[in-house]
């Protein structure tokens, strides 16, 4: 095989019906899994932290047992059971995107977990202290310091869930590997779109982690 | 719901073995990629840790580098580079088996996280131990393999810990790149024998199994090292 790298085959054409589609799916996929998993995330560390034992057992073993399992394995198993429950194939596309939000919330709850503890005691007793509920506390004293407090964590583990996207190729839904790889196959240079594929990601990867150094330290700065 | 039918395990896969024999060599292969990747992970990240904390210019912005560009590009897309691109570049490397350059694209990206872990644990020490090895006319190799690098270690071993589990996952990816480990197992013999429940439950609990008994072989090992006085000990 020659051993020269012949990128000639890129154009603008080339970007815009191959890499496109596929990005917008990964971005997609990332944004939705994202806010879903923050949500239910929340939601899991407030049952486990709840001190209810019938809250906090089935909590601790949705996260455990999701997060001991790789996620390719938990791709395909969602591949699988979806259209097994529901009598018909969703499409690769959206059983990846419920695949990822249930997947992920395990993980982002960990975040949210660290984050609630991180907020004083005190302010939880003072909150009860001047007549607030429960909910009130949470919603008005806690919850939006932890989030704030977590938020490089959070948006760390969002670039690493952009990169586990990638996954999805084990089910073969189209994400942005997958438009490079087809059009490797179609140009038959395949070499080439992998070293591609790995300098988008790396692009996009890099200059976001850039960005939460940056909002890390102005967090740290206002502290 | 189609009924769960076990026996698969024992029938032919038509190639003169049994499901489970297939599955038996697919764990071998999940565990060797692990462990040979934790060993390489472990030498590479530990040395581009220890270049991230050194003050010379040159090295500390090579650990720096190493560790983006490893840290910055998926797992999946990073055994692609091994296996498709990186032998059309240097041709020799067509003759090593797809095995080992999942190994070192999986060691590899693995050490960028360990690289962190081990400056982290290099930084929480006092700067006054650097400075007293230095002071006793030590050279600064001598300082980190005599004064730093044995408390760095032991401070960074419950990381480790986790580290070791990530890779057991991670290795998962190596199906990617036609190496027979589990996951590879299970996609193939799911569809051969239309049993995917009873191959996925399988192959799910072999990664619990797995993943379980690294965890207490590093916690042994965690417990065994534990430096008096810090976190950790005392339990």
């Given at each position: 095989m020659n051993a020269a790298l012949d990128f000639?085959?890129?154009s603008w054409s080339y970007v815009s019906s191959f890499i496109v589609k596929g990005l917008i799916f990964s971005v997609e996929l990332t944004l939705i899994a994202a806010l879903g998993g923050i949500v239910i995330g929340t939601l899991l560390a407030l049952m486990r932290l709840s001190g209810k034992k019938w809250f906090v057992a089935p909590a601790a073993a949705y996260v455990n047992l999701l997060r001991s399992v790789p996620l390719a394995m938990v791709i395909l198993w969602f591949f699988l059971l979806i259209p097994l429950l529901i009598g018909r194939s969703l499409g690769a596309e959206l059983s990846a995107i419920i695949t990822f939000t249930v997947f992920e919330a395990a993980y982002y709850s960990e975040v949210m977990r660290a984050g609630i503890q991180s907020v004083p005691k005190g302010q939880v007793s003072a909150g009860y202290a001047v007549g607030m509920t429960y909910k009130q506390c949470m919603q008005l004293i806690v919850l939006p310091q932890a989030f704030r407090n977590m938020l490089p964590v959070l948006l760390t583990q969002t670039i690493i869930l952009f990169q586990d996207t990638s996954l999805v190729y084990v089910i073969g839904a189209y994400d942005l590997l997958k438009g490079f790889e087809v059009s490797g196959k179609n140009f038959n240079r395949p070499a080439e779109t992998y070293l591609l594929a790995a300098v988008v990601y790396f692009v996009i990867c890099f200059s976001l982690s850039m960005l939460v150094r940056r909002l890390r330290a102005k967090i740290a700065i206002i502290r | 719901m189609g009924k769960l039918d076990w026996n698969i395990f024992f029938?032919?896969?038509?190639?003169?073995?049994t499901y489970l024999q297939w599955l038996m060599h697919a764990w071998g292969w999940t565990l060797a990629v692990a462990l040979l990747a934790l060993v390489i992970a472990l030498a590479v990240g530990s040395l581009i840790g220890i270049f991230r904390t050194v003050p010379n210019k040159a090295l500390s912005f090579f650990g720096e580098a190493w560790t983006e560009l490893f840290r910055n590009i998926p797992l999946i897309v990073q055994l692609f580079i091994w296996y498709f691109v990186l032998p059309r570049i240097?041709?020799?490397?067509?003759?090593?088996?797809g095995f080992l350059l999942a190994v070192f694209g999986l060691g590899f990206f693995t050490s960028a996280r360990i690289a962190e872990q081990v400056k982290a644990g290099i930084q929480a020490l006092p700067k006054g131990q650097r400075y007293a090895g230095l002071a006793m006319g030590l050279t600064l190799p001598q300082t980190y393999r005599y004064v730093i690098m044995p408390m760095a270690f032991r401070i960074v071993i419950p990381p480790l810990t986790s580290e070791s589990m990530n890779i057991i996952k991670n290795s998962s990816v190596a199906f990617a790149v036609q190496v027979s480990e589990l996951l590879f197992f299970a996609q193939q013999a799911a569809e051969e024998t239309s049993q995917g429940v009873v191959i996925y439950l399988v192959v799910t609990v072999l990664y619990f199994i797995s993943a379980f008994v690294i965890n207490r072989i590093a916690m042994f090992i965690e417990h065994k090292l534990v430096v008096p006085g810090t976190v950790g000990a005392g339990k």
């Open positions: 000639s085959f890129v | 029938q032919d896969t038509g190639g003169g073995q240097f041709p020799p490397l067509t003759q090593v088996p």
